[in-house]
């Protein structure tokens, strides 16, 4: 440590200090019996990239093994895994490529050096591609030096590629069998083959490039701490930071070493140092016993112990359904707790105990078993004021409207150029493919067809550029369209005003089957490196805060410092100084005092020291204190404390940075094999087996089939997310605190199973099922690469043998399921517990399970694709088909319906409140007739037609098409008696503030003009095989019928009374069968739509304070509640009159009570002749005061209430 | 997906189901009383006719001409669709209306306790212990200038009555006023929770006077000179005309009282009584107490003893 202070030709020695960030070390020790285990070590076949093979292995092919040794890991930072968004695109930092391993024993050390970064096709250490290469080509990556002969960087070349992914593997960092000389070493232990002897390795690494370094781009302190915090790296609170700065200066004083203190790079690290530690690895020599962390489990534990699988629609079923299964083994109230916990994730807790709250709930949970996919944007003009009376000039109005029109259309055109992509990628990639069989067709497919399928290939492309570019142009144009739309519409904007956007409908896909499984002991090694510091940071040192020395406490002996020079180190071979950081040696010192091996050799030093004999025993005590900073209870006490109590001198690191070896176990991957049984042959028959349960919100199995046919083998991985699923853990402990309720979940969940629940879907289920596979890495020539875009990364599958499931419906029944971890170790929780797949039983979510056989998962109808249902408003008049979303100021009311239920009428009103008139039933009671009157005060002729009197052509239609029926009594007294019916289920609580009126009026139901309609994201999913390619090959799945359910009453806010399609013939009720439905007017139709047809004008009748639920089945249900503003004005205009009668009252001065309470202004209409009418406008208020009378009138006629709600406010 | 909820059908079953309607009134504030107070309040005024307007009690002004009176009984079934009435103002479908029919009969119930109440409630007064359970509305309408010209006019109801030995009419169990309400300066609406057997209209008793009747004369009262004779009641409550004494005036036209003639024939009757003294004549104070006028009365009977002739108004 002689060498001259400046040094900044040599990058490993400048003059600013490193920061040592913590990473966590494992080791596996593999002897040649754990060679019989399972193992899913499986090495990407990189060289199959380019070659329309897969690249990404089966986990279950158990082929490859570690070797006998032991290999070493290391987890990245989790700063260093995560990416950062930057624009449009995710930026991964790179990664550290040149890393120092030691390994002592025995008193000696052997030590090497890792460049990861090595690239050469012929020595490298693991199949790769060359990262800069245009189209695949495949290298090896990976080289490791025996330390001492390392040239140092000026010896090697530095390669800026490396980061925590590699190509088509996310989890390439994580996942030692195809990392090793780069983040992971492989130490075949040759030289103590045949020992027993404990091990300790220490880790360092650093870049070779200062450039690549994460902390380097910065030249003030707060540049420097926000790349901390960016990093999620932390060294304590400002004191800390001060004394990390004091530590290192010593440190540089020490060492020689200038600092300028005004230099910031001189202050704070600008390089980061990873460094960790494993020690007392306990190698037994190549015959020793199996060492395993995989968990182990035999079928006589106790059943709640036993590790088991749940599968649901979601990580919170599965929890749920989990709960439910082990509560009831043990006798307990399942059903219940599971509830609790969906309530409870869903932030319904105090809803669902209330009226209806169940409803909501369970329409919450149906909704989260889809995942979203982003639709238009569409814009509109909010005023700050919130106007009663909205108000857009005409002229926005109508530019405002064709930028939604124009944003809508950009949205179909990027879904469908998406399509487009995936078709010249798919035909490109099947003209590829097709080119390696040499003229050999695949099976199934004569030498004829097989000329007609490749010439079709190969024409189709240019048809498919063209469209790809074509819609490229054809949104190009619109972007610019809709930027010069939203500058007009913004242009002389009232300043309260302002042009907002908002996503519209969400495209919905099924989620894929999530899988949990109980008891496979889950890791924090990757992405939780935080979790040992107060704000999930990891707490990182500066050089120069590294442990020198440890204050030995022997009994009955003063404190005695044992420093570095008072021990003697392993002797470590490391290359000529300069070639590697200058803070090795501070390292290797930290980590000899952290390595319990050397407590006797601590001992002794300070026996020497205090010049007293040793004691054996005196190891204990050294032991006990150099692990006593790693106690768990103590990670909440301030640091520097922690370190004075155990004695050592410096900072303790991170307990990330120093492990005590255990076998290890990082679950890393879930594989899973399924057997699928579809439910249909033809996608048109998709769902013949299937009904159509609207109280279930989706369908049910029909029992009189039976789960049967030839199955399909289905399997995937998926890489284990290592957040929790369950961010509700924490509320629930309060929960359970504050209340005292549920103590056997409680129990369960914190003392039984502890948290240890490993969640993960099965992602790319569904697209396997549309015969698509993700685990390909081909890239096509420039001409067609510019065009796809993203839409390369699922390649077809095209064997004649497999077939594609555009509708997802069906059963399957798991075949294996496997979590593997870090290192290939396999965990089967099926096998573990002594069972086999065929008749092993999984814990099946809400909606899963397949009646009488709980072997089988039940993946009822669904969509495999994206898609939405569309349920609009539109224009009431029928003037325009612009839904609400087009044009903000549609006003989607026909008119309004007034139930009188006391005298069986019905009164109509114009959509702004003003009285038609009123249908009513007369004549006797054998012989009921259907009448309509006008409304009173309206000079109409007596059997004007109705195109006089009502103008609106929706509610006209309805009103003639009742009287035009023969049986039109009947017919409206059935339609009275389903809207009495249906009104039994709402529940008025839509606090609209014209509740007072409401008493007086009733409850005015809207008739609404709505537009349904079914989409697909993008074109339809079609076969993929070699036969069907180029001739999109539905299966006519986009015919499919589906049924629609509108209105809900187990939901008391829903307002739905039923609703009429456009030919006003019959009216559609879900209560229909509830009533006398001999008039054949009230039936129940549900509207059944196909992805294919145009939207279907529905005419709802609602109670306008409550929401209109529709119910696809096959998507989430879709909500839609009528705009408040509408109603409120129609309701204010809205003249009510009550048919009044006989009013003993002086002829010459009406007069009669009148409420007190209500406002609004009262009024008389009577008859003068049959078609005249006159109108009294003041109304003597009638009281019990005695007026005697000699020509007091009985008088019939009817009393009007206008502005009521204006009046009132 | 499998759900805890009852079908549409069940739910609606469930809901038209008494224990449910139950429990849906229980969820609708029912529970304390069958009513809130201020509607309860409300609805027993309207049940005594309060706020209904007079055209429609008397549509035409044959029915209670000048100077009448007229008694009634209120129909239960005329009250009872009132209130169903005013309460099905917010009944606006089949589930409104079996809502409140599940609770009518208690809002009935309820009623007929506060109507008993309304009075005691207006004028904050303590409230009985007791109610009356037989409730059956009754009452009288009077046109009279009795009611324009004696603000102070007191009306009392009995359930029945005695006549005692003196042919008094000796009132039994005076029945509340359920109401008390002059409609106009001239008319008057009593109603009442039992059927009077007795009413009697008094004059209020403002002061002490001395006077007679207008055809001058009087009928004499006890002095309490004897047993069962109690000071200042009359000597019979059916007065014949011997039994009345005339007050004398003198000669000249100037009415002035002859003292010893109208003594001489109060004495006449007192003595057909055996009311005088033992001194036998009349002392200037007997003298005094014969010519006190005391307020009128008027007694309506209705029971099978109408003597004394209830067409004739009385002293009392």
Same mark, same amino acid.
């Not at chain 1, 142009?473 to 610019?480: E, F, I, P, Y």
């Not at chain 1, 010069?484 to 005003?497: D, H, N, W």
């Not at chain 1, 517990?833 to 814990?843: D, I, R, T």
């Not at chain 2, 109690?230 to 059916?238: E, I, K, W």
């Given at each position: 440590m002689a060498k001259a202070a400046k040094n900044t030709a040599d990058p490993l020695l400048w003059n600013g200090p490193s920061l040592l960030v913590p990473v966590d070390v494992e080791a596996l020790v593999v002897s040649k019996l754990s060679l019989n285990y399972p193992w899913a070590y499986n090495r990407m076949k990189y060289n199959n990239a380019g070659k329309f093979e897969n690249v990404r292995p089966s986990m279950f092919q158990d082929a490859d093994r570690p070797g006998v040794g032991i290999t070493l890991h290391w987890a990245l930072p989790d700063g260093i895994t995560h990416g950062r968004q930057e624009g449009e695109q995710i930026r991964y930092p790179y990664a550290p490529n040149r890393w120092l391993i030691i390994r002592y024993y025995e008193g000696k050390s052997k030590s090497w050096i890792l460049q990861s970064d090595y690239l050469d096709p012929k020595d490298g250490a693991n199949l790769f591609l060359k990262p800069d290469a245009a189209t695949p080509t495949v290298t090896r990556i990976g080289k490791v030096w025996p330390a001492a002969q390392w040239p140092g960087e000026a010896g090697v070349s530095q390669q800026q590629f490396l980061m925590a992914l590699g190509p088509g593997n996310p989890a390439f960092a994580a996942y030692t069998a195809n990392i090793n000389n780069v983040f992971s070493f492989y130490d075949d232990m040759s030289d103590i083959v045949d020992k027993a002897v404990p091990v300790t390795y220490t880790v360092m690494g650093w870049y070779g490039n200062a450039a690549d370094d994460p902390l380097n781009n910065f030249t003030t302190l707060d540049e420097w701490l926000a790349l901390m915090d960016s990093l999620l790296w932390t060294v304590g609170d400002n004191n800390d930071l001060q004394k990390a700065v004091n530590d290192w200066l010593a440190w540089a004083k020490a060492n020689n070493i200038t600092v300028n203190p005004d230099q910031a790079r001189d202050l704070y690290p600008s390089r980061t140092l990873c460094q960790g530690m494993v020690y007392k690895v306990n190698w037994l020599g190549q015959n020793g016993v199996p060492q395993s962390g995989v968990p182990q489990y035999d079928p006589s534990m106790p059943a709640e112990k036993q590790p088991r699988i749940a599968v649901a629609n979601t990580a919170i079923d599965a929890l749920a359904a989990l709960v439910a299964f082990e509560l009831d083994i043990e006798g307990q109230n399942g059903e219940a707790a599971a509830e609790l916990l969906e309530a409870f994730n869903y932030n319904l807790l105090t809803k669902y105990q209330e009226q209806g709250g169940q409803y909501q709930l369970y329409r919450e949970i149906f909704k989260a078993w889809f995942g979203n996919h982003d639709a238009e944007y569409y814009y509109y003009i909010d005023d700050k004021d919130k106007p009663e009376d909205p108000f857009i000039k005409p002229e926005r109005l109508a530019d405002l409207v064709s930028l939604n029109r124009k944003a809508a259309e950009r949205d179909l055109n990027l879904h469908l150029m998406q399509s487009a992509q995936s078709d010249l990628y798919g035909n490109w990639w099947k003209t590829g493919k097709s080119g390696t069989y040499w003229g050999k067709p695949p099976a199934g497919i004569s030498a004829a067809e097989w000329k007609v399928i490749q010439d079709n290939l190969k024409n189709a492309i240019p048809g498919n550029k063209q469209l790809v570019s074509d819609?490229?142009?054809?949104?190009?144009?619109?972007?610019?369209?809709? +930027?010069?739309?939203?500058?007009?519409?913004?242009?002389?904007?009232?300043?309260?005003?302002?042009?907002?956007?908002?996503?519209?409908?969400?495209?919905?896909?099924?989620?894929? /089957?999530?899988?949990?499984?109980?008891?496979?002991?889950?890791?924090?090694?990757?992405?939780?490196?935080?979790?040992?510091?107060?704000?999930?940071?990891?707490?990182?040192?500066?050089t120069g805060q590294t442990i020198t020395g440890l204050q030995v406490m022997l009994p009955n002996q003063p404190v005695q410092p044992v420093m570095s020079d008072n021990v003697t180190l392993p002797p470590v071979s490391?290359?000529?100084?300069?070639?590697?950081?200058?803070?090795?040696?501070?390292?290797?010192?930290?980590?000899?005092?952290?390595?319990?091996?050397?407590?006797? +050799?601590?001992?002794?030093?300070?026996?020497?020291l205090l010049k007293i004999p040793y004691d054996a025993a005196y190891a204990n005590n050294v032991a006990a204190q150099q692990t006593a900073a790693w106690n768990a209870d103590i990670y909440n006490i301030d640091r520097q404390l922690v370190t004075d109590a155990s004695g050592f001198i410096g900072t303790i690191p991170?307990?990330?940075?120093?492990?005590?070896?255990?076998?290890?176990?990082?679950?890393?991957?879930?594989?899973?094999?399924?057997?699928?049984?579809?439910?249909?042959?033809? /996608?048109?028959?998709?769902?013949?087996?299937?009904?159509?349960?609207?109280e279930a919100l989706e369908y049910v199995w029909d029992e009189r089939y039976n789960v049967t046919g030839n199955s399909v083998t289905i399997s995937g991985s998926s890489l284990i997310t290592p957040n929790s699923a369950f961010v509700m853990q924490a509320q629930l402990e309060k929960y359970f605190e504050d209340t005292g309720k549920f103590p056997d979940l409680r129990e369960f969940l914190n003392t039984v199973s502890q948290w240890d629940f490993l969640t993960q879907s099965m992602s790319g289920l569904n697209e396997l099922l549309l015969a698509l596979n993700p685990d390909q890495l081909n890239q096509a020539p420039a001409d067609v690469n510019s065009l796809v875009g993203d839409m390369t990364q699922l390649s077809p599958v095209p064997d004649m043998s497999v077939k594609n499931y555009p509708v997802r419906a069906g059963h399957f029944q798991l075949n294996k399921l496997w979590v593997v971890d870090d290192f290939g170790q396999v965990f089967?929780?099926?096998?573990?517990?002594?069972?086999?797949?065929?008749?092993?039983?999984?814990?099946?979510?809400?909606?899963?399970?397949?009646?009488?056989?709980?072997?089988?998962?039940?993946? /009822?109808?669904?969509?495999?694709?994206?898609?939405?249902f569309e349920f609009n408003f539109l224009s009431g008049d029928g003037k325009t088909n612009d839904s609400g979303q087009i044009n903000q100021m549609t006003d989607p009311i026909c008119g309004w319906l007034l139930p009188n239920h006391l005298d069986k009428g019905l009164s109509l009103y114009t959509p702004d409140g003003h009285l038609l008139g009123e249908l009513i039933l007369t004549g006797t009671f054998s012989r009921m007739q259907l009448r309509w009157d006008n409304a009173p005060g309206k000079n109409v002729p007596v059997g004007a037609p109705l195109e006089e009197v009502i103008p609106n052509p929706y509610l006209r239609s309805f009103v003639a098409n009742l009287l035009a029926r023969e049986d039109s009594a009947a017919a409206f007294g059935s339609l009275l008696s389903i809207i009495d019916e249906t009104l039994w289920t709402v529940e008025p609580l839509g606090g609209r503030n014209n509740e007072l009126i409401s008493v007086f009026i009733g409850r005015p139901l809207a008739l609404v003009r709505s537009a349904m309609n079914y989409n697909l994201m993008g074109a339809p999913v079609y076969s993929q095989n070699w036969k069907d390619s180029t001739l999109k090959v539905t299966g006519g799945y986009e015919d499919i019928a589906f049924p629609v359910q509108t209105g809900c009453l187990q939901d008391p806010q829903d307002g739905t009374i039923g609703y009429f399609l456009e030919d006003f013939l019959t009216f559609n009720s879900i209560l229909a069968d509830k009533i006398d439905k001999t008039s054949g007017y009230i039936t129940n139709e549900p509207?059944?739509?196909?992805?294919?047809?145009?939207?279907?004008?529905?005419?709802?009748?609602?109670?306008?304070?409550?929401?209109?639920?529709?119910?696809?089945?096959?998507?989430?249900?879709?909500?839609?509640?009528? /705009?408040?503003?509408?109603?409120?004005?129609?309701?204010?205009?809205?003249?009510?009159?009550?048919?009044?009668?006989?009013?003993?009252?002086?002829?010459?001065?009406?007069?009669?009570?009148?409420?007190?309470?209500?406002?609004g202004k009262w009024s008389w209409i009577q008859h003068t002749g049959v078609t005249t009418w006159e109108e009294l406008t003041t109304i003597a208020q009638a009281n019990e005061k005695a007026r005697i009378g000699v020509g007091y009138e009985l008088k019939d006629g009817w009393l009007k209430l206008s502005n009521a709600l204006n009046d009132s406010k | 997906m499998k759900k805890n909820l009852p079908g549409a059908g069940q739910y609606i079953a469930a809901l038209k189901g008494t224990t449910q309607v139950k429990q849906l009134r229980l969820s609708l504030n029912f529970r304390e009383s069958v009513l809130p107070p201020a509607l309860e309040n409300w609805l027993s005024s309207l049940s005594l006719l309060y706020g209904v307007p007079f055209e429609h009690l008397v549509p035409n002004a044959g029915m209670l001409p000048l100077e009448s009176l007229r008694f009634f009984y209120v129909d239960p079934n005329w009250t009872s669709c009132l209130v169903d009435g005013a309460l099905s103002v917010g009944a606006q479908s089949s589930r409104d209306t079996a809502l409140i029919q599940s609770v009518y009969e208690e809002v009935q119930h309820s009623l007929r306790a506060s109507m008993q109440l309304v009075r005691r409630r207006l004028a904050h007064a303590e409230l009985p212990e007791a109610l009356n359970t037989g409730l059956a509305v009754s009452g009288l309408l009077m046109r009279s200038q009795l009611v324009s010209g004696w603000p102070g006019l007191e009306i009392a109801a009995y359930e029945d009555y005695t006549i005692d030995s003196h042919q008094n009419i000796v009132p039994v169990g005076k029945i509340e006023n359920l109401r008390i309400q002059r409609l106009a300066p001239d008319v008057m609406l009593c109603l009442y929770g039992r059927m009077p057997k007795l009413v009697q209209l008094n004059e209020p008793k403002e002061g002490l006077a001395f006077g007679v009747r207008s055809d001058g004369k009087l009928v004499p009262r006890f002095m309490g000179y004897h047993t069962d004779q109690?000071?200042?009641?009359?000597?019979?409550?059916?007065p014949k005309p011997e039994d009345e004494a005339e007050v004398v005036r003198r000669s000249g036209g100037k009415n002035v009282i002859d003292v010893a003639a109208t003594k001489a024939a109060l004495v006449k009757v007192l003595n057909r009584y055996n009311a005088m003294g033992p001194s036998g004549t009349l002392s200037p104070a007997d003298f005094g107490i014969q010519l006190i006028k005391s307020a009128e009365q008027q007694s309506f009977l209705s029971g099978a003893e109408t003597q004394p002739n209830p067409n004739d108004c009385t002293d009392y």
């Open positions: 819609l490229q142009d054809a949104n190009r144009k619109l972007d610019t369209e809709i +930027a010069a739309l939203i500058e007009k519409v913004k242009e002389g904007l009232p300043s309260t005003e302002e042009l907002k956007e908002n996503m519209g409908n969400r495209y919905h896909q099924a989620n894929d /089957p999530v899988v949990l499984i109980y008891g496979a002991h889950r890791a924090y090694r990757h992405g939780e490196d935080g979790r040992f510091d107060d704000d999930d940071h990891l707490f990182t040192r500066f490391l290359p000529a100084y300069g070639l590697v950081p200058k803070e090795t040696n501070s390292i290797c010192i930290d980590n000899y005092f952290f390595d319990t091996s050397n407590a006797p +050799a601590i001992a002794q030093a300070a026996c020497n991170s307990k990330v940075a120093v492990q005590l070896w255990a076998a290890p176990w990082a679950p890393l991957y879930m594989a899973w094999e399924i057997n699928w049984f579809p439910s249909y042959d033809e /996608p048109s028959k998709a769902l013949e087996k299937w009904q159509f349960d609207a089967d929780p099926i096998s573990a517990v002594g069972q086999q797949p065929a008749g092993y039983k999984p814990v099946v979510g809400t909606g899963m399970v397949t009646p009488n056989n709980p072997n089988l998962v039940q993946l /009822p109808p669904r969509v495999t694709q994206n898609a939405r509207v059944a739509l196909s992805f294919k047809e145009p939207a279907k004008e529905v005419f709802l009748l609602v109670d306008p304070r409550g929401d209109v639920n529709v119910i696809p089945g096959i998507l989430p249900v879709q909500l839609n509640v009528l /705009p408040g503003t509408l109603v409120e004005n129609a309701m204010s205009n809205m003249n009510v009159t009550f048919r009044t009668g006989p009013l003993i009252t002086d002829p010459d001065q009406l007069s009669m009570p009148l409420p007190s309470e209500m406002s | 109690p000071v200042g009641t009359f000597v019979t409550g059916n």
